[in-house]
């Protein structure tokens, strides 16, 4: 069944752990309607769903956000359950196949992450750019794509040198967006996390926890998953008027140039 009315529809891609996950909940905090997703209908996909629907309407999105053909029908389907989407977070991603030296990088770890991050993120929000312009829209609902690139969209990780250029990539793919679809008044943000807690950092997170203590990031901590979803909550809920196009460094100051 529809939600309807004037509440705001969001689709967070890689949202059955981690950041997305986080992002969904506080999502629905706002009073959003959140389609979470994950690649495959599986146990943590519908954990996710039970504990963002706690909170508020949502659905299990199930798709391989690298399967440009099925964009399309991924978002029909989170419609036809939720109503119009308001929202995309661009949120799935990968990190590298093995960490290691640029020079034997292989080709398999460089498409896989320029695949998730940077080509899925582009063509989804494509499709979901299209289907917002191809209908009449209520302009008191603000509209907005959030895509969540990383730190290393700027710094370099030499031992990451792949993901470092998908997220870059990424990153001017939100650039491009904000300028593209600034006329019709879809807000575009570019939120980069810097050193968050979370499984795919669970490998390294203790190491940069003493760096951040030691004085890499201004703030002597690394972060959680929930801070950077209340910042994506707060972008995609207009809570910074007259804005498209800004990256929010979620990096506890740690790219502050300083001496």
């Known amino acids: 069944m529809s939600v309807s009315g004037m509440r705001p529809v969001a689709l967070v891609t890689g949202s ?16 959003f309607a959140v389609a979470v997703n994950g690649p495959v209908d599986d146990a943590e996909l519908r954990a996710a769903v039970v ?5 508020g309407p949502c659905v299990a999105a ?16 989170v419609e036809a359950a939720l109503g119009s989407l308001t929202t995309l977070v661009n949120n799935a991603g990968v990190g590298v196949l093995s960490r290691g030296d640029l020079l034997e990088v ?13 080509k899925a993120a582009f063509f989804l929000a494509q499709a979901f750019a299209k289907r917002v312009l191809g209908r009449a829209r209520n302009e008191m609902v603000f509209h907005s794509i959030v895509n969540v690139t990383s730190s290393n969209a700027v710094a370099v990780a030499v031992q990451r040198s792949e993901y470092c250029a998908s997220k870059a990539a990424a990153a001017m ?7 593209r679809l600034g006329q019709e008044n879809i807000a575009v943000y570019d939120v980069q996390p810097g050193l968050i807690a979370t499984e795919m950092t669970a ?34 809920s207009g809570k910074l008027p007259y804005t498209t196009g800004q990256v929010i460094s979620a990096d506890a100051g740690m790219l502050v140039p300083r001496f």
């Open 51 to 55: 504990e963002v629907s706690a909170l």
């Open 16 to 31: 059955s752990r981690g950041i997305g996950l986080a992002a969904a909940k506080a999502l629905a905090l706002q009073g």
């Open 203 to 236: 490998p390294v997170i203790e190491m940069y926890r003493k760096r951040a203590e030691d004085g890499l990031t201004l703030f002597p901590r690394v972060g959680t998953p929930e801070e950077i979803g209340a910042i994506i909550a707060s972008l995609a």
């Open 62 to 77: 199930a798709f391989d956000v690298t399967d440009l053909a099925g964009h399309d029908a991924a978002l029909v389907a």
């Open 173 to 179: 793919v939100s650039k491009a967006l904000a300028v």
């Open 106 to 118: 292989s080709e398999a770890s460089w498409d896989r992450c320029m695949g998730v991050n940077a």
